[in-house]
């Protein structure tokens, strides 16, 4: 049978802070004995629930008696029967207990991706520099029942992608999926390219993304969890008037299966997503008038994809079982050529 467990913390945050790597290690090993069918993230400032897999109530009594919280007696328990069957559960919330970054959680790809997750039951912290979007998709997850925290920050700071790694992993004790999503795209000839446009581009698409991977492989290896880079088409084909673009995205390419070959051996897995064009906001940025037009008149001729088509493809590729590592993904609209 399923129980819901909900615990709820009875004394200062610092008590509970105290014992939280204790609790997650006892997770952990409910896990793996296959009794934890879903966890709530625990944070130190609120109590949380579990969902256990028992033949009875007495066998979930007799587990939960050895859980830290309720040990060191800074928290209660109250079981509850749970109603849907496990199969249903899973099916629902394959993500539930685990922690996601997004970055680029703004808008476009990022912001899909983040409401896909959630509704996966990931708990997500979404990254991007504009806080007032940043907080209403975080009201509009937590409306629909799920858990998000906003991040505005520049990911270009040389502080910002170890210091979100650091935060989130304060918050909630772990960190299961790191979705890089942020990203720009300044399209001009190399004769006319700024070495502005170049920098901005590769510090945000390749060194943040690379920053923040690195950042993240420490509590990833615990969770034997899951980095996704968005790359795109323009890291496979290089087109003209996109150098500096190619260039960044080459490099996710070229990082990306190097982090792999060197973390799969700790059950890290590592996946590149190539979409072609997708409707966003990314061509807005791009000063050279001339490429903006071609862009929109590209746009004009077919059907491009959606944000949330690239999400389906990441929630995919995050939800596999533990053995099965999604390496690189290529979608372009049916309308796109190369
Ligand atoms: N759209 C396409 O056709 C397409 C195709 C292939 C690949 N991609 C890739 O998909 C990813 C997402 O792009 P998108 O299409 O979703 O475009 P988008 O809507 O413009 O999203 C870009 C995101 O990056 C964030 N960002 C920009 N500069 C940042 C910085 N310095 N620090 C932190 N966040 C920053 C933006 O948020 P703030 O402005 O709030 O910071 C925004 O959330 C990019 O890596 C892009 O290269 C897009």
Do not use: C
Not at 131 to 158: K, Q, Y
Not at 172 to 185: E, K, Q, T, W
Not at 287 to 300: D, G
């Amino acid at each position: 049978m399923l129980v819901t467990v909900v615990i709820r913390h009875q004394s200062d945050p610092e008590g509970i802070a105290r014992h939280l790597e204790a609790h997650q290690a006892y997770l952990a090993e409910l896990d793996q004995r296959r009794k934890l069918v879903a966890a709530d993230p625990f944070t130190s400032r609120g109590g949380g629930s579990l969902i256990l897999d028992v033949r009875d109530e007495a066998e979930a009594g007799h587990l939960l008696a050895r859980e830290p919280y309720a040990v060191a007696g800074v928290a209660t328990h109250e079981l509850f029967a749970w109603e849907p069957k496990r199969g249903e559960l899973a099916r629902r919330q394959p993500l539930a207990g685990k922690v996601a970054i997004v970055t680029g959680a703004s808008s476009g790809i990022g912001e899909a991706v983040a409401a896909a997750l959630a509704q996966s039951g990931a708990t997500l912290a979404l990254a991007g520099r504009r806080r007032e979007r940043l907080e209403s998709l975080a009201l509009r997850i937590r409306e629909g029942g799920g858990s998000a925290t906003p991040f505005a920050l520049d990911l270009t700071e040389e502080q910002s992608p170890q210091g979100l790694v650091e935060q989130v992993v304060r918050d909630h004790g772990r960190l299961d999926v790191v979705v890089n999503s942020a990203g720009i795209m300044l399209l001009s000839p190399v004769a006319e390219a700024t070495g502005s446009d170049w920098r901005r581009m590769i510090e945000l698409n390749l060194l943040s993304l690379m920053e923040l991977s690195r950042a993240a492989l420490p509590p990833l290896r615990k969770t034997q969890g899951h980095i996704v880079n968005i790359a795109s088409l323009a890291g496979r084909i290089a087109n003209p008037s996109a150098s500096g673009y190619a260039a960044s995205k080459f490099g996710v390419v070229g990082f990306s299966e190097s982090l792999r070959r060197e973390v799969y051996a700790d059950g890290i897995r590592v996946t590149v997503i190539e979409p072609g064009v997708v409707a966003t906001e990314l061509g807005e940025h791009i000063e050279n008038v001339a490429m903006k037009e071609a862009l929109r008149a590209r746009l004009a001729h077919m059907e491009p994809l959606r944000a949330e088509d690239v999400a389906r493809a990441v929630a995919y590729a995050v939800t596999q079982p533990p053995h099965v590592n999604v390496n690189e993904l290529v979608i372009r609209p049916t309308g796109q050529e190369r």
